[in-house]
């Protein structure tokens, strides 16, 4: 797939910028508000106590900020976060040699954590309920088990498919936390503080043009905003307008709703090519050249977000607003059911 302005996903020098960009504190973090508040709660609780937190699961699409919360977790515990992800531990053994390097009340951050391997998962239970772990030692008929005790510790899970986690595994979460897209007026907040840590003058209406563009996902506006820093150097005095953050989103094709071009073709293909849907995902897939997981994980839940997708039992459908946004004829009844 090839890399766009507009997807969610961490790519190019995103990580150096994240870093950047990261709040240290749950009081600086913006959005999220709900959560924001409770995991303050939980956390002074768990300190009053000299406890760990309760294991922690953030679920929701990428570029909202799970990894980010997870180390502002362990910077408001006073502990030490260790990082990795489903995909990295392949075997018990790397998830014994993860474990086993914890000191007491640290935090465990495993991004992707549906794509743990059924026996790592296995082995993983009784670590966080119990904290202990089984390890092997010798070959066959000499082959014993230990059991080895942990320092408590905290497990905190990031993933972008819920659905995918078993329900063992999600039973053991003590708090699980939903992210969703980002309104407005708090993705402006964030793009006024990355330009300041950027030190690149931004008027309101040039914040407030970047964020109505971005899609919902801090990540995206903080992309944008390095994007028309350039643009503001070069085309304008170094300032980021509302005319020159305009100016950057028509020259990378981004609409006034947020939309690229590959999200206008996907449309297009399901109103011109099947009469709107309904439609099955492997053929939208195939006719766009791209893998189902890309579409499902990176183009799909904006749009189903916004309104101008939909699910059925038979497949997607382009909605009423598609066709609006599009400038395309709207059908009536007589000629599908989506609208009736």
């Known amino acids: 797939m090839a890399e766009r302005v507009l997807s969610p996903a961490e790519s190019g020098d995103?990580?150096?910028?994240?870093?950047?960009?990261?709040?240290?504190?749950?009081d600086e973090y913006i959005g999220q508000s709900k959560h924001k508040e409770n995991l303050k709660v939980f956390v002074e609780a768990a300190r009053r106590r000299k406890e760990p937190l309760d294991h922690i699961l953030f679920c929701g699409p990428p570029g909202l900020g799970k990894t980010t919360l997870a180390y502002i977790l362990a910077k408001e515990m006073?502990?030490?976060?260790?990082?990795?992800?489903?995909?990295?531990?392949?075997?018990?053994?790397?998830?014994?040699?993860?474990?086993?390097?914890?000191?007491?009340?640290d935090l465990l951050f495993i991004d992707e954590i549906h794509r743990l391997t059924p026996a790592v998962e296995e082995s993983l239970y009784p670590a966080?309920?119990?904290?202990?772990?089984?390890?092997?030692?010798?070959?066959?008929?000499?082959?014993?088990?230990?059991q080895l005790a942990l320092k408590p510790f905290t497990m905190v899970g990031a993933t972008t498919r819920t659905g995918l986690l078993t329900a063992p595994l999600l039973s053991r979460f003590g708090y699980i936390v939903r992210l969703d897209y980002y309104p407005v007026e708090d993705?402006?907040?964030?793009i006024l503080r990355s330009?300041?840590?950027?030190?690149?003058?931004?008027?309101?209406?040039?914040?407030?043009?970047?964020?109505?563009?971005?899609?919902?996902?801090?990540?995206?506006?903080?992309?944008?905003?390095r994007r028309?820093?350039?643009f503001a150097e070069v085309l304008g005095k170094g300032a980021i307008t509302g005319a020159i953050a305009r100016t950057t989103a028509e020259r990378l094709e981004i609409d006034s709703a947020g939309l690229d071009e590959m999200d206008r073709r996907l449309l297009t293909v399901i109103i011109e090519?099947?009469?709107?849907?309904?439609?099955?995902?492997?053929?939208?897939?195939?006719?766009?050249?791209?893998?189902?997981?890309?579409?499902?994980?990176?183009?799909?839940?904006?749009?189903?977000?916004?309104?101008?997708?939909?699910?059925?039992?038979?497949?997607?459908?382009?909605?009423?607003?598609?066709?609006?946004?599009?400038?395309?004829p709207t059908p009536t009844p007589a000629q599908g059911d989506m609208f009736s």
Do not use: C, W
């Open 128 to 146: 966080i309920e119990a904290f202990q772990i089984d390890i092997m030692t010798g070959d066959g008929p000499y082959a014993t088990t230990i």
């Open 195 to 225: 330009a300041r840590l950027l030190e690149v003058p931004i008027d309101p209406a040039g914040a407030r043009e970047l964020a109505a563009r971005s899609r919902g996902t801090p990540r995206v506006a903080n992309r944008l905003l």
């Open 228 to 230: 028309a820093r350039d």
């Open 273 to 328: 090519h099947y009469d709107g849907g309904p439609v099955g995902i492997d053929t939208i897939a195939a006719a766009l050249s791209e893998p189902r997981d890309t579409v499902e994980d990176v183009y799909e839940p904006f749009l189903l977000q916004q309104g101008f997708l939909g699910r059925t039992p038979r497949g997607r459908i382009a909605t009423r607003k598609a066709y609006e946004h599009l400038g395309k």
């Open 187 to 190: 993705l402006e907040k964030i």
């Open 78 to 105: 006073g502990v030490t976060l260790h990082s990795t992800s489903g995909p990295a531990v392949e075997h018990k053994g790397a998830l014994a040699g993860l474990l086993t390097k914890l000191e007491a009340n």
């Open 14 to 26: 995103d990580d150096r910028f994240d870093r950047l960009f990261r709040p240290s504190s749950l």
